[in-house]
């Protein structure tokens, strides 16, 4: 039985600048992701959007890894998300499990796969997080407009969470090939099944689905909020005209009184 446990450890990693400090083991690589070959079957996948998957690790040398890739990460966690899963090799069919999979004939292309999805699941977990936090936000402004008939946001405040959400949304946006099958899939057609199998378990897709419907949801309240400063402040800004043509009409009546 192999332990395969992935963590959000950052919002991003440099793999870069990772790949050149650090090349023992290296078995792929690209852009967005680095895979290391540690021991016979022991592997650590590195991926751009701020994860670091391991199979067959223990805890020191989980540690000692975390540690060398920490001057590689933006914005580090102080708790880290985490997903773990089951690999039992040698089964008689490939079965796929609540938190475990059984495989026939494993091999390193399989593990490897297997690490990416459980990576993708702890990733979209983060992304969840982030969304539910930004919706707890609108529904507290949403709430008051309810019972208070107005918002208390300032024009600022809502800028800045204005840029918050979009900067989720450009983030999720960048990452979004993670939720695509790799290459290797579309040759294989075990790995293509394995993958399926591992998408369905792990409920990929849904889940993004619902992280979209909540970042829409989001996006649809902030043009409602941004119309109602602009209202606001069309408001008192047609005020102060009126009270400045109000103090220029007084002065003349004034004026005209001190003449006569």
């Known amino acids: 039985m192999l332990h395969v446990i992935s963590y959000q450890i950052a919002d991003s990693i440099d793999v870069k600048a990772f790949r050149a400090a650090f090349r023992e083991g290296i078995y792929h690589y690209d852009a967005d992701e680095l ?5 016979e079957e022991s592997f650590v996948y590195v991926f751009k ?10 805890e020191a040398s989980t540690e000692l890894f975390m540690g060398r890739i920490a001057p590689y990460c933006k914005n580090v966690f102080e708790l880290r998300l985490s997903e773990e899963f089951e690999v039992e090799t040698n089964a008689r069919e490939n079965k796929f499990g609540y938190n475990k999979i059984e495989i026939v004939k494993p091999d390193i292309e399989v593990y490897r796969l297997i690490m990416l ?4 699941s702890v990733s979209l ?9 930004l919706q707890e936000e609108t529904n507290s402004h949403t709430q008051e407009l309810e019972l208070r008939g107005k918002l208390a946001i300032s024009g600022k405040a809502l800028k800045m969470y204005i840029g918050k959400t979009l900067n989720l949304k450009n983030r999720i946006a960048e ?8 290459p290797e899939t579309w040759e294989d057609e075990n790995l293509n099944r394995i993958d399926v199998g591992l998408k369905r ?14 970042l829409e949801i989001i996006s649809d309240n902030l043009e409602l909020f941004k119309d109602l400063l602009q209202y606001r402040n069309s408001t008192v800004l047609e005020w102060i005209i009126i009270v400045l043509v109000s103090v220029e009409v007084l002065n003349l009546i004034i004026d005209k009184l001190f003449k006569h």
């Not at 977990?125 to 936090?133: F, G, H, I, K, V």
């Open 35 to 39: 895979f290391y070959k540690m021991g």
């Open 49 to 58: 959007y701020g994860v670091v998957c391991f199979m067959n690790y223990d």
């Open 117 to 120: 999805n459980v990576s993708q």
């Open 125 to 133: 977990d983060y992304y969840l997080e982030q969304t539910n936090l």
């Open 175 to 182: 990452n979004l090939y993670i939720f695509d099958s790799p």
């Open 201 to 214: 378990t792990f409920d990929l897709q849904e889940r993004f689905r619902d992280i979209k419907e909540g």
